[in-house]
Structures are given as C-alpha cells and as structure tokens.
C-alpha cells in the first residue's frame, strides 16, 4: 500500500514570495491533516479535512495560508505572501477517520520550506 | 486544554543499553487516545503505537514496551537493548474527543545511541 506523498521536499523561496505543497493521502483515508513542524518542536495542526469538508481550521494563519482538498483526495496547501516565520517543515498526514482520534495517522515526507 | 510533556530533551546512551523516555499528559477527556511516533534523521513521522484511555495493558512489541498509567497521566517507552538504528527523535501525541481527532504533541526526546 502507497503511503502518503507530498511534493515537493524542498523549497527555498524569499519572504512575500507564494509557494505551494501538495499532498496525496493514503488510499480510502477520509481525513487529512496538515502540520506544521519547526525545528526542535512537535508538529502543530494546521488544516483538518473529513473528505472534502473543513474540520478545524483554528491555527490556521487565514491571512497568509489557505488550503483546499477537492474531491476528497489530494489536498494544497498555499501560503501567500511567506514570512521569514514560515520556515518549517510542512506535514501532511491522512487516516480513515479522524474526528474521535481513535485512529492512527499516517504521515507523509514533509516538505522542508526555507524562506529567506 | 490538553497538553503533553516530554522533560528529557536530549538522551544519550551506549549500544545495548535500556533506556526509557518518559511522557506526561493532561485532558479532560474520559476517552482520549495515546501514540508514539518515531522520527528519524530523514524525517518522516513513523507511527509506533495508539492505546485508548480504557486499556491500560502494557504493550511490548518486540525490543520496545509501553508502560501506561492514568494515575500518574504518563505513558513512557522503553527500549530495551538499544542499537544505533533506534536514534531519533521520538514523539509522544494526545487526541480526544473535545478536539476533533488532531495530535496535540510534546516536544520530542533526542535519543542518540552511541555504538
């Protein structure tokens, strides 16, 4: 069974430049989830999806970041203008469902974004 | 608010060594569900384990054990008979009921194994 993609892995941009990621769950997961890592700190959530709806979006910076997942499958996440604060990496996780936590989450390679 | 506690930043042992990396956790929740996950050098989070809050069987998989105490909110992970390829960082991760399902993480524990 794929586990979860995402591209690119790098990505050096200046501030108030946009990037985006993108992320493919693994097959049949409902849930997808957006992370965001920075060094020498646990992952903090970004962006929960249940299928193509939004969960939890409370820590999401909506003035700079957005995301979307349509159809329910493949998920982007934009960050529109980057801050020198956004240098982190970037992970996406999926699991068959997610909002009693009772399942585990799997995660993808991340994406390592380095704004300069 | 829920919250998870990894005191040791940074350990170090010697190949064959036990060594056991301690996690406290806070939650209102009666239903909340305990994980740890293992992060090495390359970076991608692998999954280890998930208990629920009404099971507090400990778990050995193998070199690894869990040891699961709602009395004491902890839930710490020993390797026993450490090798170089178990150094990492390793996360312990909360979720509940009352926050739709998304980890709440500690800060992770360093482990180096030296050979």
């Known amino acids: 069974e794929a586990g979860v993609a995402q591209s690119p892995r790098y990505k050096i941009i200046e501030k108030r430049q946009s990037v985006a990621f993108w992320c493919n769950p693994i097959?049949?997961?409902?849930?997808l989830y957006w992370y965001q890592q920075i060094l020498g700190q646990g992952p903090k959530l970004l962006i929960q999806?249940?299928?193509?709806?939004?969960?939890?979006d409370s820590q999401l910076p909506k003035d700079r970041f957005s995301a979307e997942r349509l159809k329910g499958v493949d998920s982007t996440l934009k960050i529109q203008p980057a801050k020198l604060e956004d240098s982190a990496v970037y992970l996406c996780?999926?699991?068959?469902?997610?909002?009693?936590?009772?399942?585990?989450?799997?995660f993808g390679p991340g994406t390592r974004l380095t704004v300069t | 608010a829920q919250k998870v506690t990894q005191a040791q930043t940074e350990i170090s042992v010697v190949e064959k060594e036990d060594v056991t990396l301690d996690c406290v956790y806070e939650?209102?929740?009666?239903?909340?569900?305990l994980f740890w996950y293992k992060q090495p050098p390359s970076g991608e989070l692998v999954f280890l384990i998930r208990?629920?809050?009404?099971?507090?069987q400990n778990e050995i998989s193998g070199r690894y054990s869990w040891n699961f105490q709602k009395s004491t909110s902890s839930f710490n992970f020993t390797i026993t008979a450490s090798q170089v390829v178990d150094s990492a960082v390793y996360f312990c991760?909360?979720?509940?009921?009352?926050?739709?399902?998304?980890?709440?993480f500690g800060q992770g524990t360093t482990l180096q194994v030296k050979p």
């Open positions: 991760a909360l979720s509940g009921l009352s926050n739709t399902g998304k980890l709440i």
């Open positions: 996780a999926s699991s068959k469902s997610g909002e009693r936590g009772n399942y585990e989450q799997y």
């Open positions: 999806f249940q299928n193509n709806g939004v969960v939890d």
């Open positions: 097959s049949g997961h409902a849930t």
């Open positions: 939650t209102r929740d009666t239903t909340y569900y």
């Open positions: 208990r629920n809050s009404f099971d507090e």
